[in-house]
């Protein structure tokens, strides 16, 4: 079975660049997360999608960043402009929804630094 | 809200060493909880995980029980090899399909 599939894998850009990143989930997972893990610490979520809706974008920083999961499937995540505290791993999972089970997939990341 | 602390490291330990890493966590109702493991240049892995009270998670000689009454649940292995150097993160989820919040990270240095 395919993993989570994550593109780029590196990104350098200036700050106020903009940056896309491209998340393909495992098949046939409903459920898929983009999480942003700065150096040193833990994955923080970003924005949860369920198909093509968004569940929780509450930590998302709206102002600079969206995503988009069309047709419940891929998904990007867009950041516009880039900040210097941007620079960080981009972790995209994906889970099949279901009561019994919560178990997350993770993607390699997208390592963004921005100079 | 939701909340995870493990303890800082790295931890250096010699190869065959007993391994415990700390995890407390805070939440409200019944959480899941997760080690989830990244090795070097790797994304991150699910180790092992427990879904309620007194249950034990395990896999490759990795286990943690979920203590409601000290709300924790600390990962150990009886003897660690340098194979197992990497970051290992405490996690907990509040339902199935929800996000997971995560500790900050501990990183283990096994020496031979």
């Known amino acids: 079975e395919a993993g989570v599939a994550q593109s780029p894998r590196y990104k350098i850009i200036e700050k106020r660049q903009s940056v896309a990143f491209w998340c393909n989930p495992i098949s046939g997972h409903a459920t898929l997360y983009w999480y942003q893990q700065i150096l040193g610490q833990g994955p923080k979520l970003l924005i949860q999608f369920q198909n093509n809706g968004v569940v929780d974008d509450s930590q998302l920083p709206k102002d600079r960043f969206s995503a988009e999961r069309l047709k419940g499937v891929d998904s990007t995540l867009k950041i516009q402009p880039a900040k210097l505290e941007d620079s960080a791993v981009y972790l995209c999972?994906?889970?099949?929804?279901?009561?019994?089970?919560?178990?997350?997939?993770f993607g390699p990341g997208t390592r963004l630094t921005v100079l | 809200g939701n909340s995870v602390t493990q303890m800082e490291g790295p931890v250096t330990l010699s190869e065959e060493a007993f391994l415990t890493i700390n995890c407390t966590y805070t939440a409200t109702g019944y959480p899941s909880l997760f080690w989830y493991v990244q090795y070097p240049g790797e994304g991150l892995q699910l180790l092992l995980k427990a879904t309620k009270a007194d249950d034990k998670g395990s896999n490759k000689g990795f286990e943690a029980t979920y203590r409601k009454e000290t709300t924790s649940f600390h990962l150990e292995k009886g003897s660690v090899q340098v194979s197992d150097s990497a970051v290992y993160f405490c996690?907990?989820?509040?339902?199935?399909?929800?996000?997971?919040?995560f500790g900050g990270g501990t990183r283990l240095m096994v020496k031979p």
């Open positions: 996690a907990l989820s509040r339902n199935a399909g929800n996000m997971l919040t």
């Open positions: 999972a994906s889970s099949f929804f279901d009561r019994g089970s919560n178990e997350q997939f």
